[in-house]
């Protein structure tokens, strides 16, 4: 109690006012504008925009070229309305760009990061003071709405490289005096997961924060092996990082006993949405534009599935503006049960590598074919890689209750009856199937939309 009463009230605000963040600041207006109304939020949202758009043409040789060569003043762009005049920034534009991206004003305090896939070269971008501080607060509110506030314990289980190598003793020594612990992700072996087991106990943290897959493999773990952490998270287990399945979801609560929520965002182009209790995905409109285009760049309606475009109102060091992020999701019309008039979104359907693609390059969302796998009895876990239009190779574990003729017919016949019945499968049964280097376990791989377009 006293050491989440001192973290809370000294030091999380010492060292957010060390680090120049401004997040605890940031997130009592989040509290504040979380009920505004639409107009009030969009009124709010054209003055960032206007503000932001000044800022990168003065300040990064990027955007100044950009808009000279669409013939388009600074001062042409009024409000989210004229966004679709500017062109869409691409992966391809930052990867060459990416010096002249960033602001002469911000060069002091950058924070240089990267995203990776398991193939192609990584996106190298940055992000200073203003943006992560803006991406705090936005968390820290979304955990209010369950309930968690700082200072109390969280565990994050996470296996990012960018965050792991910079892990020193300073930070452990920080994460410690703000009541957060972080348990590395990377190689999570059953004897590494009794470790955490033992962690998980003598914390009882009131929320875990994972990628997706890791969460539900260590629900999994739980069920199978430590039954008595049960209910240990008090309140809310997060997911983020790729989609979170609905069987996924399911198992987690059924094997914790803790609510689930779902974080939205990519690396580069900042959060985009967190999900409430209500199970609706809210848009953080005061810190992100998300606009969803058809293939022709045109805006869709809500309700309508398309690619998710970003704008983020907060990065100022280097400036996303249009940024095409590869993920498809479609906006929600109505309201929230919860209350807040924040715009909501539909549960994005995945990323660009999570689909896979019929004969004619038609997508299919990498669920569906996930939800017929998980009626094959004794197929444990699995990863699908579509290596070609017309051929798919899947890594299959399986139990004493796999029967390996009938499993395999089943598969195949799932694969053809999605992507097309050419489609050449070739099943493996492995002992397991590490993580990426990320540290996430991906499920459904599209290798050939992955070399096209490196993450
Ligand atoms: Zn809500």
Not at 60 to 65: A, H, I, K, L, N
Not at 75 to 88: K, Q
Not at 157 to 169: A, N, V, Y
Not at 245 to 255: A, G, H, N, S, V
Request: hydrophobic share 35%; glycine share 6%; net charge negative.
């Amino acid at each position: 109690m006293i050491r989440s009463w001192l973290a809370k009230h000294v030091f999380y605000p010492a060292q957010d006012g060390l680090r120049g963040l401004g997040s605890l600041r940031r997130w009592r207006e989040l509290e504040q504008s979380q009920w505004w109304s639409p107009d009030q939020l969009r009124a709010f949202q054209d003055t960032k925009l206007r503000q932001l758009i000044r800022h990168a043409t003065s300040q990064t040789p990027f955007y100044r070229e950009r808009f000279e060569r669409a013939f388009i003043r600074p001062a042409d762009v009024r409000s989210i309305d004229d966004l679709s005049d500017l062109p869409l920034l691409l992966k391809d534009d930052i990867r060459d760009g990416h010096e002249d991206m960033i602001a002469d004003s911000h060069r002091g305090e950058l924070m240089s990061s990267c995203t990776s896939g398991s193939t192609g070269s990584p996106l190298i971008f940055s992000v200073g003071r203003r943006r992560c501080g803006a991406d705090l607060a936005a968390r820290i509110r979304a955990h209010r709405w369950f309930d968690v506030c700082t200072g109390d314990p969280v565990i994050y289980l996470w296996g990012s490289r960018i965050e792991t190598d910079r892990q020193d003793r300073l930070r452990a020594i920080r994460d410690w005096l703000i009541n957060e612990k972080l348990l590395r992700a990377f190689e999570l072996s059953d004897e590494q997961l009794h470790c955490y087991a033992d962690k998980f106990l003598y914390i009882k943290p009131h929320a875990l924060y994972s990628y997706s897959s890791t969460l539900w493999r260590f629900a999994q773990f739980v069920h199978e092996h430590r039954p008595e952490l049960k209910g240990v998270i008090r309140r809310v287990a997060f997911a983020t990082g790729e989609q979170l399945l609905p069987q996924w979801r399911e198992e987690i609560i059924r094997y914790l006993e803790c609510s689930v929520a779902e974080e939205y965002g990519c690396r580069e182009g900042g959060l985009i949405a967190h999900e409430c209790p209500e199970e609706a995905y809210h848009i953080t409109a005061e810190n992100i534009i998300v606009e969803i285009l058809d293939d022709d760049g045109k805006v869709l309606p809500s309700d309508e599935e398309g690619r998710v475009v970003v704008t983020n109102l907060d990065a100022y060091a280097m400036p996303f503006i249009r940024y095409d992020t590869g993920d498809r999701a479609a906006l929600r019309a109505g309201a929230c049960a919860c209350g807040r008039p924040l715009p909501m979104m539909w549960r994005p359907t995945g990323r660009s590598f999570e689909f896979l693609e019929t004969n004619d390059g038609t997508q299919v969302t990498g669920v569906s074919l996930s939800r017929d796998l998980k009626e094959i009895e004794g197929l444990t876990h699995y990863r699908v890689i579509q290596e070609a239009r017309d051929r798919v190779r899947i890594l299959a574990v399986t139990n004493s209750h796999y029967r390996r003729a009938e499993g395999e017919r089943q598969m195949r016949c799932f694969v053809k009856a999605r992507i097309g019945d050419a489609t050449q499968v070739i099943i493996e049964c492995v002992d397991d199937l590490p993580p990426h280097a990320s540290g996430k376990y991906r499920y459904i791989i599209n290798a050939i939309a992955e070399s096209a377009t490196p993450q």
